[in-house]
């Protein structure tokens, strides 16, 4: 079992970055594959971007390709999301997600462990 806690959200204005980091409890983090969705207010949860356990593969939704980048420190027990040039559509409850051996997953469903979120809003 793993346990996830997310950090680093916040108020930004529009093209302004933050980073936001998922530490990750237990021994065995660098089998997980690891995920960000978010949620705005009255939507449902989309993904974001995923990582494999190695590291070595990513994938990035198109709405943030190009402006957010997922990577990881095993060492650490921590993946990262680092948002650049922020719009106020990115505004959400950002969340990180877990499932071991896991390859691409973009469902919700797909994963077994989850943040409790962090909130990033955006001002225009």
């Known amino acids: 079992q793993v346990q996830l806690v997310e950090s680093g959200g916040g108020l930004v204005q529009a093209g302004g970055s933050l980073r936001l980091s998922c530490a990750a409890s237990?021994?065995?983090?660098?089998?997980?594959?690891m995920g960000w969705f978010r949620q705005a207010p009255g939507k449902e949860r989309e993904f974001v971007a995923f990582i494999t356990w190695s590291g070595d593969i990513t994938s990035h939704a198109n709405s943030v390709k190009g402006r957010f980048t997922i990577s990881r420190d095993n060492a650490k027990n921590t993946v990262y999301l680092q948002m650049n040039i922020l719009k106020a559509e990115d505004t959400a409850v950002y969340y990180c997600?877990?499932?071991?051996?896991?390859?691409?997953?973009?469902?919700?469903?797909?994963?077994?462990?989850w943040g409790q979120g962090t909130q990033v809003t955006v001002s225009s």
């Open positions: 237990g021994r065995t983090f660098s089998t997980y594959g």
């Open positions: 997600a877990a499932r071991q051996f896991a390859g691409k997953l973009t469902r919700p469903d797909d994963y077994d462990y």
